[in-house]
Every structure is written in structure tokens, then in C-alpha cells.
């Protein structure tokens, strides 16, 4: 496990920016996710809404 701190206004602003990956009509909203990766080299947000395009 790596403990870590982030500014946390930086990190909301992250969020919403990922969160419109996702989009707020989701059929299958099961498949909708949010994946934190937390690296030596940063953090990093990936959105996904489950659909192929």
C-alpha cells in the first residue's frame, strides 16, 4: 500500500474532469468506473463509461 497526500482542490478539479469521461447517460451504469492509480510518479485518473466505440 503507498500512503500518499494531494491537494485536495486539485484533485476535485481532476475529478470532475474525468467524471465528464464518463458522461451522466449511461446505460449500463454497473459498468461505469473510476480507476485511482497511484504511481512513485503521480497519480492518475482513468473514466470509463463501459461502452466501445
Same mark, same amino acid.
Do not use: D, R, Y
Given at each position: 500500500?503507498?500512503?500518499?497526500?494531494? #491537494?485536495? /482542490? =486539485?484533485?476535485? #478539479? =481532476?475529478?470532475?474532469?474525468?467524471?465528464? =469521461?464518463i458522461?451522466?447517460? /449511461?446505460?449500463?451504469?454497473a459498468?461505469?468506473?473510476?480507476?485511482?492509480? /497511484?504511481?512513485?510518479?503521480?497519480?492518475t485518473?482513468?473514466?470509463? #463509461?463501459?461502452?466501445?466505440?
Amino acid at each position: 500500500m503507498i500512503k500518499f497526500s494531494i #491537494n485536495k /482542490v =486539485a484533485f476535485q #478539479n =481532476a475529478l470532475k474532469i474525468t467524471k465528464q =469521461a464518463i458522461g451522466s447517460k /449511461v446505460t449500463i451504469p454497473a459498468l461505469t468506473k473510476l480507476k485511482i492509480e /497511484v504511481t512513485t510518479e503521480g497519480i492518475t485518473l482513468t473514466g470509463s #463509461n463501459g461502452q466501445i466505440s
